[in-house]
């Protein structure tokens, strides 16, 4: 980073220039640890101050529970709401287990309503009940009524906070009600918007007004002149991965939200977008390798018991496949090279279809592979694996040649692996379109199907044709 | 969906509520199949200009070569250049070969200046040439000093177009700066923006105002008494990773991005970064299963190729767990129940450190997991993997026991199967760790170490401890 000159605006603070990220944090997290450790509170205090909610958030969640405890011992009163919505959920609980449930419901009012419902909803139920009554009812009616929507629905993911202007106004008429709506202690608009909402007297929106088209209208130019009207009104009933998905297909900001009467009840905002198309990342990343929920918060049991039904269901398909080892064991008695070959088939056939299977379920749920070119897909994963199947054949079939000095076994793996190959092409492409089409999410049942088909498979080809041929 | 009744405002076409996405795609996709077999060009027109630009693309995406063909010869010149920007690279490259270099030059010019960067980026060399000179002279110049940043940094997503105002302007003579230039023709602001930049006389960002910051304020406010000071400037060379971490940890809509001489230059914008984000998410998300890039819609000899390395590193490591195997070749000749049972826990192994790793790696990617609590996470993963190993060899020594009825070779197969998930839990927490402090993607290089690892591991103890105990 250069050095900056002086500026000619005495009065503002040097603005910082990020940047890499990374090494910053380890260094905060070094002073806070160092600070926590040495007792210095008015040094934590300063140096929380200095950073941003989501970085203390960060910290918070990075120390470990002992440190965790201590510093919210130390400056837990003067922490910012902001902090509690950023944090992890299992973080937040263990937080909220040493607060009162007033303490609590304050913080909660300061959030914007969309965070207070996240938190709010994420408590268990006596808590949340006893949080609930601690605040005054219009906020409590507002989290209950956005409680009411199904989970991960846009009702829930909404902020209620919006700011409407009926078909009869003008762009001056707007801009001034805007500033007579923030004068004074009482501001009544979103902390920051992007859009203004048109709306009839029946409270249907007509259309919406990004303000950077607000701003470059005229005084007297009518609403319903400059605003959009091609709406792509979101129901409050929406699921959520289908908001982030029209949300990215539109490069939408922000999209406003109708109940069953068709009423605008709210809006979504790119923000809370962005958070779902983490988690929705996450759950497809953590469901293909057999794990329910990011975890890394929670207690070692808990891990435990979540990840222990996947591996149960592993034992399952890993004891089949020693069935079909099983049904050989003539064959592997005579034949020792075979018990140290048959596990390089398995092996290839389950990486092969483990590709496929990735950029299935990725293209899947970036909807690029549906029914139109499902079969394309599915044909050109099988050319692929076959032609992979041969490349691998000729070389693991030599190999196993020279190792045993024994051609026919060389032969015999070769087969198995193109066999094995072409079927884990197959397997990999079709398993999840069939999953999908039976409503089973492809990413969280994909991959124990696949093994199942690549190591039965791969088993049986090589140590079948071994069988027929060699004894 | 509910029914509509009639609108009080007769002059609005009906907002469509949109419900869940999938679907109506599915539909179109057929009913513009069926257009094009029909040879009806009038009709697949019409389909096709109800269409959102972003859908065009899909459907493009989703049709086979022949029908994309037919598709662009009919309605290629009427296609809004946005579908070009929305299509993926493949896909684009095959229709730019039908077009002459001036024809995608002015398809190009006619985008914003990012999304113009991004595909000229994406061109062959000599294609990129014969493009960038049937540009006019300005156009080429700001595609060329983009292009002249490093790839996947933040000059390479930024817009070039943004409204600056001097420290010494009110919000009126703003206001009134953007009713004049969105003026006449030539409407000289960006399409649409989130922020207006405070800039000093050397160009250098002193602070950013929101829209909705702006229009609350009154006329005679001075700009310097409402905009945003604590500014997150962005460097152009910041990579596009860091980019979206810091626009997810702030909620950001819109940020400054800087040269050395810290001048401003442009503004990376939210849409740009979801983008990104998607990116990083696929990038990791295939990485961990040996894919190097999405290749749907790559020509199958591409793919086999890209997959081949993987499998082909794979083949070593599958080669070397054999050879670990025909250590014990005497072992295996004498107890065939060996054979047998040796995949399960190899398997489990591989199962049980997949689940961690891909915690780890996902937490890694989110900057949860850092040095700061590395220790911690490993010994938690560790712990889950004794817990979830005594279990597993319980289960699967009761099964072996009985299933071969002999005692033994159930508690030889549980005394190995808590050893491998150990180190299943160590190695998939430490790997991704080890890479990463050695500069390495943790995503890329990984799952191959850790099967390596865990085929070993598994062989090599219950092989091992049957060959000391057994025989």
Do not use: C
Not at 74 to 83: N, S
Not at 176 to 194: T, V, W
């Amino acid at each position: 980073m250069s050095e900056r000159p002086d500026d000619t605006l005495e009065m503002e603070p040097a603005a910082k220039v990020e940047d890499v990220a990374e090494p910053e944090h380890d260094e905060v997290d070094a002073a806070v640890i160092a600070a926590l450790d040495t007792g210095d509170t008015a040094g934590l205090k300063e140096l929380v101050d200095g950073l941003h909610y989501a970085d203390v958030a960060d910290i918070v969640e990075r120390l470990n529970p002992d440190r965790r405890e201590q510093l919210l011992t130390e400056i837990g009163p003067d922490m910012a709401p902001d902090v509690l919505a950023e944090l992890d959920e299992t973080v937040r609980e263990e937080i909220f287990e040493a607060m009162a449930p007033e303490q609590i419901a304050a913080h909660v009012q300061e959030l914007d309503s969309d965070d207070a419902v996240e938190i709010v909803n994420q408590m268990e139920a006596p808590e949340q009940q006893k949080v609930l009554e601690a605040m005054p009812a219009p906020d409590r009616r507002l989290i209950e009524q956005s409680l009411s929507y199904p989970e991960e629905s846009a009702g829930r993911l909404m902020q209620r906070e919006i700011v409407t202007v009926p078909t009869h106004w003008t762009v001056g008429q707007t801009i001034d009600f805007m500033r007579q709506a923030a004068e004074g202690d009482d501001d009544i608009l979103p902390g920051s918007f992007y859009d203004i909402f048109v709306v009839d007297p029946m409270h249907k929106p007509v259309g919406t007004i990004h303000l950077s088209h607000l701003l470059r209208a005229k005084r007297p130019v009518k609403v319903t002149d400059i605003m959009e009207t091609e709406l792509k009104l979101i129901s409050v009933t929406m699921d959520q991965e289908d908001v982030a998905f029209l949300f990215r297909q539109r490069d939408l900001v922000s999209a406003p939200v109708v109940d069953e009467a068709q009423r605008l009840v709210g809006a979504i905002t790119i923000d809370d977008v962005v958070d779902v198309i983490h988690e929705e990342h996450e759950e497809d990343m953590l469901a293909l390798a057999g794990v329910g929920e990011d975890d890394l918060y929670d207690a070692a049991i808990d891990t435990t018991k979540a990840r222990f039904r996947w591996l149960l269901v592993n034992l399952f398909t890993a004891i089949l496949a020693s069935l079909v080892i099983g049904l050989f064991a003539t064959t592997l008695e005579q034949i020792v090279a075979l018990a140290i070959l048959m596990p390089i088939v398995a092996s290839m056939g389950g990486n092969a279809g483990t590709q496929t299977l990735t950029v299935a379920v990725r293209a899947m749920a970036m909807r690029e592979l549906t029914s139109t070119n499902a079969y394309r897909v599915i044909g050109k994963e099988v050319l692929v694996g076959a032609i992979n199947g041969v490349l691998f054949a000729v070389i693991t079939g030599a190999i196993a040649w020279f190792w045993f000095d024994a051609p026919q076994i060389g032969l015999i793996i070769g087969l198995a692996m193109i066999i094995n190959m072409v079927i884990a092409g197959l397997a990999g492409a079709a398993i999840p379109l069939v999953l999908d089409r039976f409503g089973v999410d492809p990413a969280i049942a994909s991959s124990v199907f696949l093994t199942t088909v690549t190591d039965v498979v791969g088993f049986f080809a090589f140590l079948g044709l071994a069988a027929l041929f060699l004894l």
